[in-house]
């Protein structure tokens, strides 16, 4: 059963570590979130698996960390400065502020009222000051996305790697946005982190590419664990398409709250590079861009053959970590009732993704022996680099189990006074709950086999 309650996600969240609202002493800020001991190591999950189907399971994708902070020329000429708004309109009757787009029936959403403003564009980065001098004119942008940074570095990477067309460079970060109306948890918030991969192919062939990515990415939110029959693919309509988009196909995800984007995947043809290079007057350049002075670059590559320059076009896979984060917190989710009528909550979340892999629990508390014996079976699993184990020195097996269970933990391993006498443990399966006894000279094959 896929939980249709956002309440009940949050709660778990908050209760077990994974999310916190952000400068909660001091009242919050709204559409910050902070993400707690083990929300980061199921954040970091994501994003390495992410990285590695992208780099390390590939030829042609290299990496990329560039900066937070971007210069103005860099989001003028992106087009960011002139379009990257929302429509902005206030109610006259109780002054609440929100976006025309997400209310089409002229209605104040907060007090139905229709005495309202025109919708007005209101750009949503954040501009702060950069050295001493705060007399306005030394300014750059927190980055509204990571990839104009790609783009900036194009030159770079191809020069440092020996990379030709078709060829990607793919990052991952924070990106900032100054939401009118954040909301639904962590799906839309104004601090957050995006996975994307520019994919650079020659013109004529993007279409192919696209198709191909957008079924590579489908495909790998399936192998995270996200249901098929919770992901559409949508076509996003001509009129809704970004400034630099020739074609965009969105992966909808069921969110609790509705089907909503968790990844868009862009046909950016050659805007980016286009606008980002110098002379652009050399080059047949499809899209529309304003003309650039500012750039010293020419971000082009040249045919192996005929040797004419071009421009690539740019294939982007956009996904957002946080939204990843919920979804997959949402598929994971379970209620239990079990034969005593009780009730188990469980987070059946794939064990690559699950922020323990393992937890060590010795049958009592602070006995030396049985918790020395634990250690060590957590130094072995440890040292094996496939995530965190803990030892969880709480003596109580039953309120181990249901942490457990709760925070997603594959399997508990109990080391009990048998374990002293002929080196065996009990191993228990967070989604079955069956127990087994094995040795422990067969723990770490136990334990790998959990990944496979
Ligand atoms: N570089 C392309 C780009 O930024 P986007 O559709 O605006 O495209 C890509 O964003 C992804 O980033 C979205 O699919 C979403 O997962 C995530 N995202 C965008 N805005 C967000 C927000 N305010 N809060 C959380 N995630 C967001």
């Given amino acids: 059963m896929v939980s249709k309650n956002m309440e009940e996600l949050v709660s778990l969240c908050k209760r077990r570590g994974f999310i916190f609202q952000s400068n909660e002493i001091y009242g919050g800020l709204q559409g910050i979130y902070d993400y707690g001991p083990l929300g980061v190591e199921l954040k970091n999950n994501l994003k390495l698996s992410w990285w590695k189907s992208m780099i390390y ?17 860099v989001l003028k000429h992106s087009g960011h400065e002139d379009t990257f ?41 954040f501009k702060t000051a950069v ?84 079924a590579q990415r489908y495909d790998w939110w399936v192998h995270q664990g996200i249901d098929p029959s919770n992901l559409k693919k949508l076509n996003v309509e001509n009129s809704d398409l970004s400034h630099y988009s020739k074609a965009t196909v969105d992966l909808m995800y069921e969110f609790p709250h509705g089907l909503e984007e968790l990844e868009g995947i862009a046909n950016r043809t050659d805007f980016d590079l286009g606008s980002h290079t110098k002379n652009q007057s050399d080059f047949k350049i499809s899209a529309e861009v304003m003309e650039n002075k500012d750039s010293t670059t020419k971000l082009a590559v040249q045919n192996s053959e005929s040797k004419d320059w071009f421009i690539p076009y740019v294939i982007e896979p956009s996904a957002g970590v946080d939204r990843g984060v919920l979804a997959l917190l949402n598929e994971a989710y ?18 690559h ?44 097996i039953g309120k181990g189990y249901r942490r457990h269970d709760e925070i997603g933990t594959p399997i508990c391993i109990t080391v009990d006074f048998e374990t002293l006498e002929d080196e065996t443990v009990t191993i228990r399966n967070r989604d079955t709950m069956q127990q087994k006894r094995v040795s ?5 094959a136990e334990y790998q086999k959990i990944f496979e």
């Fill in 85 to 125: 708004s929302d429509p902005l309109v206030d109610c006259k009757s109780c002054n609440h502020r929100f976006r025309a787009d997400h209310h089409n029936d002229n209605k104040c959403p907060q007090c139905g009222s229709i005495d309202l403003t025109d919708p007005r564009p209101f750009n949503l980065m």
């Fill in 353 to 396: 993704l699950s922020p323990v892999k393992a937890a060590i629990i010795p049958l009592k508390r602070n006995n030396e022996e049985l918790v020395n014996k634990a250690r060590n079976i957590k130094k072995d699993l440890q040292s094996l680099g496939l995530g965190r184990v803990i030892l969880e020195n709480s003596g109580n």
């Fill in 334 to 351: 379970r209620e239990e009732k079990l034969e005593n009528d009780n009730t188990r909550i469980v987070l059946a979340l794939k064990p």
């Fill in 440 to 444: 422990i000279k067969e723990l770490i």
């Fill in 57 to 73: 399971e590939r030829d042609d994708v290299e990496g990329l960390d560039a900066s937070i902070l971007t210069g103005k020329q």
């Fill in 131 to 214: 050295g001493p001098v705060d007399d306005g004119s030394n300014y750059a942008y927190l980055r509204p996305e990571t990839a104009q940074q790609i783009f900036t570095n194009f030159k770079n990477i191809l020069d440092s790697t020996n990379k030709v067309v078709p060829f990607g460079i793919a990052q991952i970060g924070k990106a900032f946005r100054n939401e009118v109306t954040p909301g639904k948890f962590i799906f839309r918030v104004r601090e957050f982190e995006q996975m994307e991969l520019e994919f650079f192919v020659e013109p004529g062939k993007d279409e192919t590419w696209h198709d191909y990515w957008v």
